[in-house]
């Protein structure tokens, strides 16, 4: 029997929820045993085609055999002979060997088992990139619009998390926007670095093809550049052990945990303001926040962000400690280790890059909160405007601090110590001392004269670095926008 389309069995045994509950379609069949094993068939016969045009003799029957079995695999079969043979290249050399009997003799001519594993891995790792870079873009367009709609509305600024001088909403936001906009450069630049590891031999020096052609040097290059432009690389590595340097795999989770490092900001930035109710996450009619108090509504989207990015920061340890015990031309202990850190990379990145997206398109801003704790702080910053008035009216600079000073300390141990509001601006309307600037107070405390060039600087931040640069040729290809239904119901 059956429950939602999962068979009963699977709820038997543990099933990553990175796949189960979060992540994409599209990245999770990016790892997924048939993506993996058609990519397999498919190098065998590129490499059959290209011996066949450099003068193998393998004919046209056996490359029309292979193609048409490129896609039937009997996982079953190949379950069966890798409990046999005990290695799962050759067992699924066999599963295919067993549908194409004409062309058996001539599959994996010449290859090792890393010509099918590592080139299959740096078709995920660009396919997993490829899926990546347009869900970032569609993120950085959405937070791009809310910094731009919010680029003047001033708000506290923080730092050590204490009031500071204001910004704006939007200023804060550009912020994020340019750590974001540095990732998409990292992922755009790790997904065009990669290379393929091409047709290397045992130890990487070519020599069972060198074998196959008889010494010609020159076909063992074309056959190398042919197989390399097939399976879509401008370029493979020059040179390799049996595998290609796992320096690869740690640039590609480098760029990632770089991201989740800057997600997490983002999102703790969000859950920080949304204690201060600010800012909230979207939030949907029926959801709930608690089930003990059903007033809450907690930002369970940006904390879900928060968990996954720390995963993924974590996983980049997994490609520098096994880049670093390769042993001379390579050791399998690299193998488990990067069955777990490669896909969930990506599948964490994915996930990330989808809630977050659900994120920035709902984000909800409230004007008369943040300007509620303006005013509360306001007073303070104002005390050097209002010195600097009442010089020009004529006063003393020293006198005037003195005065300011005292009735700061008076309000402050209201705020403090009584719980009281702000009363500082009504303690210096009520001193006949500041009199010739009260008519001026309203002016020296408008909040848009404190943030200095921040609505500038989101603008400029929006026309050099997001959207001149940032997801050029992306934006167009991110086509599936997550509603909440669909993305925030999960924790």
């Known amino acids: 029997?059956?429950?939602?389309?999962?068979?009963?069995?699977?709820?038997?045994?543990?099933?990553?929820?990175?796949?189960?509950?979060?992540?994409?379609?599209?990245?999770?069949?990016?790892?997924?045993?048939?993506?993996?094993?058609?990519t397999w068939r498919k190098l065998w016969i590129f490499l059959a085609k290209a011996e066949k045009d450099l003068g193998l003799p393998i004919t046209d029957a056996q490359l029309v055999e292979m193609e048409a079995h490129a896609e039937d695999i009997d996982f079953a079969r190949a379950a069966e002979e890798e409990r046999k043979l005990r290695h799962d290249v050759m067992a699924h050399v066999h599963t295919f060997?067993?549908?194409?009997?004409?062309?058996?003799p001539i599959?994996?001519?010449?290859?090792t088992?890393?010509?099918?594993?590592?080139?299959?891995?740096?078709?995920?790792?660009?396919?997993?990139?490829?899926?990546?870079?347009?869900?970032?873009?569609?993120?950085?367009?959405?937070?791009?619009?809310?910094?731009e709609k919010y680029a003047d509305l001033p708000t506290?600024?923080?730092?050590?998390?204490?009031?500071?001088?204001?910004?704006?909403?939007?200023?804060?936001?550009?912020?994020?926007?340019?750590?974001l906009v540095m990732d998409m450069r990292n992922l755009q630049r790790a997904r065009d670095d990669l290379r393929f590891r091409g047709v290397k031999g045992t130890t990487g020096t070519q020599a069972s093809f060198l074998q196959l052609?008889?010494?010609?040097?020159?076909?063992?290059?074309?056959?190398?550049?042919?197989?390399?432009?097939?399976?879509?690389?401008?370029?493979?590595?020059?040179?390799?052990?049996?595998?290609?340097?796992?320096?690869?795999d740690i640039d590609s989770l480098s760029?990632?945990?770089?991201?989740?490092?800057?997600?997490?900001?983002?999102?703790?930035?969000?859950?920080?303001?949304?204690?201060?109710?600010?800012?909230?996450?979207?939030?949907?009619?029926?959801?709930?926040?608690?089930?003990?108090?059903?007033?809450?509504?907690?930002?369970?989207?940006?904390?879900?962000?928060?968990?996954?990015?720390?995963h993924l920061v974590a996983l980049v340890f997994d490609a520098l400690q096994t880049a670093s015990v390769q042993w001379l031309e390579r050791t399998l202990d690299d193998s488990a280790n990067r069955r777990i850190s490669l896909p969930e990379s990506f599948l964490t990145a994915d996930i990330i890059l989808s809630t977050l997206q659900n994120i920035t398109e709902g984000l909800v801003v409230y004007p008369k909160v943040i300007e509620r704790h303006i005013r509360q702080e306001l007073p303070f910053m104002a005390t050097e405007n209002i010195i600097m008035a009442m010089v020009k009216a004529g006063g003393n600079r020293q006198e005037c601090h003195e005065k300011i000073r005292v009735l700061s300390q008076q309000a402050a141990a209201v705020v403090k110590q009584d719980g009281g509001d702000n009363d500082l601006l009504?303690?210096?309307?009520?001193?006949?001392?500041?009199t010739p600037v009260l008519n001026q107070l309203d002016a020296l405390l408008d909040p848009k004269t404190f943030t200095g060039r921040a609505p500038q600087q989101v603008i400029a931040s929006l026309c050099v670095c997001a959207r001149a640069h940032a997801w050029d040729g992306w934006i167009e290809n991110c086509n599936e926008v997550h509603s909440c239904r669909e993305t925030g119901h999960l924790n």
Request: glycine share 6%; aromatic share 10%; charged share 25%.
């Open 107 to 111: 599959i994996h001519l010449g290859a």
């Open 1 to 38: 029997s059956a429950l939602g389309g999962t068979s009963v069995d699977e709820f038997m045994k543990y099933r990553s929820p990175l796949v189960s509950r979060y992540a994409s379609k599209e990245m999770a069949y990016n790892f997924s045993d048939r993506k993996k094993f058609t």
């Open 156 to 179: 506290l600024g923080f730092t050590h998390y204490q009031p500071a001088q204001l910004t704006t909403v939007g200023k804060r936001a550009s912020l994020w926007l340019q750590d």
């Open 97 to 104: 060997a067993h549908c194409c009997p004409t062309a058996a």
């Open 426 to 434: 009504d303690r210096v309307q009520a001193d006949p001392y500041f």
């Open 113 to 147: 088992s890393c010509y099918v594993g590592d080139n299959t891995d740096l078709i995920m790792l660009r396919d997993g990139f490829d899926i990546l870079l347009p869900k970032l873009a569609c993120v950085i367009d959405r937070l791009a619009n809310f910094a």
């Open 213 to 248: 052609f008889q010494g010609d040097h020159d076909k063992v290059e074309e056959l190398d550049k042919m197989v390399t432009e097939m399976a879509g690389f401008k370029k493979s590595y020059l040179v390799t052990g049996q595998t290609y340097s796992r320096k690869v």
């Open 255 to 310: 760029v990632l945990a770089s991201l989740g490092a800057t997600v997490h900001k983002i999102c703790t930035d969000i859950r920080l303001l949304a204690n201060q109710k600010e800012i909230e996450e979207p939030f949907e009619k029926e959801q709930i926040g608690s089930s003990a108090m059903p007033y809450k509504r907690n930002p369970m989207r940006a904390e879900r962000c928060c968990s996954l990015a720390r």
